[in-house]
């Protein structure tokens, strides 16, 4: 079954009017992305749906990952720099959690998104305002990493 054509033009470098065209390679990634989506909508394993059971966990609202406040502050910079590397929204609830220690809630439209940020930093999944640890998929998809970025040290950002 075609999905779609991507049309490209080789050596597209080397011509004037090629700015207006993809090249061989944009049109190679842009092809696997498409051949991708419906792994990105399949439901995962070990994940619930939204409409199951807590009144909180409903279709209209978002999905919960919490994460510890001391492990955001000492790699806030890292976390958010993956973040829009990944294309994840990093958006805070404001909500916390004390369950041994201090939980800062994230929420995330895309349960992929939520996914994918639990497993990368070791997060805690919410169900309503109860942890829950489900098994990590087999397949699953790590996030982007990045490559030279700096570790954020305290010492030298106060001058």
């Known amino acids: 079954m075609v999905l779609a054509t991507i049309q490209c033009i080789e050596d597209a470098h080397r011509l004037r009017f090629s700015h207006k065209h993809l090249t061989d390679d944009e049109a190679r990634r842009i092809a696997k992305a498409i051949g991708r989506l419906p792994e990105f909508l399949m439901q995962r394993q070990g994940f619930y749906s939204r409409d199951g059971g807590h009144s909180r966990w409903r279709k209209d609202r978002p999905y919960h990952v919490a994460l510890e406040d001391h492990y955001v502050r000492a790699h806030w910079f890292g976390i958010d720099a993956l ?25 995330f439209t895309w349960q992929m998104d939520a996914i994918q940020f639990w497993d990368r930093f070791n997060g805690r999944w919410l169900r309503g305002s109860e942890f829950h640890y489900p098994e990590r998929p087999k397949d699953l998809l790590p996030m982007k990493e990045l490559r030279g970025f700096p570790e954020f040290d305290p010492k030298k950002a106060r001058g």
């Open 83 to 107: 973040c829009k590397l990944n294309s994840i929204p990093f958006n805070a609830t404001g909500e916390k959690i004390q369950d041994g220690a201090t939980w800062c809630v994230y929420e």
